[in-house]
T-cell receptor
Framework: IAGITQAPTSQILAAGRRMTLRCTQDMRHNAMYWYRQDLGLGLRLIHYSNTAGTTGKGEVPDGYSVSRANTDDFPLTLASAVPSQTSVYFC??????????????FGAGSRLTVL | DAKTTQPPSMDCAEGRAANLPCNHSTISGNEYVYWYRQIHSQGPQYIIHGLKNNETNEMASLIITEDRKSSTLILPHATLRDTAVYYCIVIGSNYKLTFGKGTLLTVNP
């Protein structure tokens, strides 16, 4: 089934530890995104990538890094996790449909708790 | 990309039409209006999009004003399963896609 796979589904992490959230898509979409979602704050863009080899900063990039070595994978790394990074993280990709729409497809999310 | 403004919450009776407004007064000529919804803790789901004409699909209708500064998403016969947060976003050629806080639609029995 075409779509986005995120891993892990959930994780509890000690503060100060390094963590990588994985995201893989099989739709050959050029653009990929990472969002975090916190109660009352909606979806906030962390980083994005227009195409393999390029990345850009979103609204809340501090404390996070990404890489885009190929089209399919877009991992998000927390170099030294802090409790304020406790959140639900959504990966998304976008590609054009036959009608020309630029539709985002989201993964199921990764729930991260930093203690 | 243009910013959008939506009411934080709305209620609707089951079986009635739900009309969700969105203001995007700074929209530019090449930017499309997209609507997504998020049910509970799932990932957001695409609903519909439009440029300047009204659009309809199996899920909803989108009405865009002539000046394109606002739009309305219409769920013609809301069901309990339509209870969700609805996001209106404007997308152009910029890949920095930002969402606001959306509108929590609660469909009541």
């Amino acid at each position: 089934i075409a779509g986005i796979t995120q891993a892990p589904t959930s994780q509890i992490l000690a503060a100060g530890r390094r963590m990588t959230l994985r995201c893989t898509q099989d739709m050959r979409h050029n653009a990929m995104y990472w969002y975090r979602q916190d109660l009352g704050l909606g979806l906030r863009l962390i980083h994005y990538s227009n195409t393999a080899g390029t990345t850009g900063k979103g609204e809340v990039p501090d404390g996070y890094s990404v890489s885009r070595a190929n089209t399919d994978d877009f991992p998000l790394t927390l170099a030294s996790a802090v409790p304020s990074q406790t959140s639900v993280y959504f990966c998304a990709s976008s590609g054009q449909t036959l009608s020309g729409a630029n539709v985002l497809t989201f993964g199921a999310g990764s729930r991260l708790t930093v203690l | 990309d243009a910013k959008t403004t939506q009411p934080p919450s709305m209620d609707c009776a089951e079986g009635r039409a739900a009309n969700l407004p969105c203001n995007h007064s700074t929209i530019s000529g090449n930017e499309y209006v997209y609507w997504y919804r998020q049910i509970h803790s799932q990932g957001p789901q695409y609903i519909i999009h439009g440029l300047k004409n009204n659009e309809t699909n199996e899920m909803a209708s989108l009405i865009i004003t002539e000046d394109r500064k606002s739009s309305t998403l219409i769920l013609p016969h809301a069901t309990l399963r339509d209870t969700a947060v609805y996001y209106c976003i404007v997308i152009g050629s910029n890949y920095k896609l930002t969402f606001g806080k959306g509108t929590l639609l609660t469909v009541n029995p």
